[in-house]
Structures are given as C-alpha cells and as structure tokens.
C-alpha cells in the first residue's frame, strides 16, 4: 500500500527535518573522524533523497512534471548541509547522492514498467 502524494509530501518534509537537525547537533561528532565523516556525507545523501521526494510530490500534487530542476534543486540543498559539516563530507554526499539517484531511477522504471503491463491487460 503506497502513500499518496499529499501524505508523502509530509513524511518527506518531517525526515528533511529530523535529518537535517540531528545533523547539525552533531556536526562535531561528524567532523571529528574520517569514518565519521564519510557517515556525514551519507547522511547528507539522505537529506538529497528526501528533499527530492518532497519535491517530486508537492509537483505531483500541483499538476506538474518533475524534471532535472528538482534533482539539482535538492542536490545543492544537500551539499551546502554537507558543508556545514566537513568539506569532505560534499564530496562523500555527492557519491553517495549519485548512487541514490541511480537506484531510484532504477526503482522507478521498474514500478512504470509494472503499471504500463497492468493497464495493457485489462
């Protein structure tokens, strides 16, 4: 069972907020390893993925089509968090952003692909 639009916009939003906000109470503990800092840039990855989820909806939502302005849109959001923390953890987020978007968009082909099957049968 998948959540609509509208209900998906504020899972997203609230994520982006918890994310962001434990991120920057940690950003010390972040920036004091390596390991940790690569744990930062990931997490600023994740702030990526929600924030393009909230955007692809709240344009679902509004009639419109989300396109590359949304990815990149989300993609500086996240890395200036990631610069909060450690210039190295821009670099990490961008890498495991990459990763991310890949996998989505994997993801997401696989689920159209499934739909236009399903309205091709009946």
Same mark, same amino acid.
């Given at each position: 069972?998948?959540? $609509?639009?509208?209900?998906s916009? =504020?899972?997203? #939003?609230? *994520?982006?907020?918890? !994310?962001?906000?434990? +991120? /920057?109470?940690?950003?010390?503990?972040?920036?004091?390893?390596?390991?940790?800092?690569?744990? $930062?840039?990931?997490?600023?990855? =994740?702030?990526? #993925?929600? *924030?393009?989820?909230? !955007?692809?909806?709240? +344009? /679902?939502s509004?009639?419109?089509?989300?396109?590359?302005?949304?990815?990149?849109?989300?993609?500086?959001?996240?890395?200036?968090?990631?610069?909060?923390?450690?210039?190295?953890?821009i670099?990490?987020?961008?890498?495991?952003?990459?990763?991310?978007?890949?996998?989505?968009?994997?993801?997401?082909?696989?689920?159209?692909?499934?739909?236009e099957?399903?309205?091709?049968?009946?």
């Amino acid at each position: 069972m998948a959540a $609509g639009a509208g209900s998906s916009m =504020l899972y997203s #939003l609230l *994520l982006f907020l918890v !994310i962001l906000s434990l +991120q /920057e109470m940690y950003r010390g503990k972040l920036a004091s390893t390596k390991l940790f800092t690569i744990l $930062g840039g990931f997490t600023s990855s =994740l702030l990526f #993925l929600v *924030l393009l989820t909230f !955007i692809g909806n709240f +344009q /679902e939502s509004n009639g419109m089509k989300t396109g590359w302005g949304a990815v990149v849109l989300a993609e500086v959001v996240a890395l200036i968090a990631a610069g909060t923390v450690h210039r190295v953890c821009i670099t990490t987020c961008f890498l495991f952003s990459a990763g991310l978007l890949y996998e989505v968009n994997k993801l997401s082909g696989i689920a159209q692909s499934k739909v236009e099957s399903k309205t091709r049968r009946h």
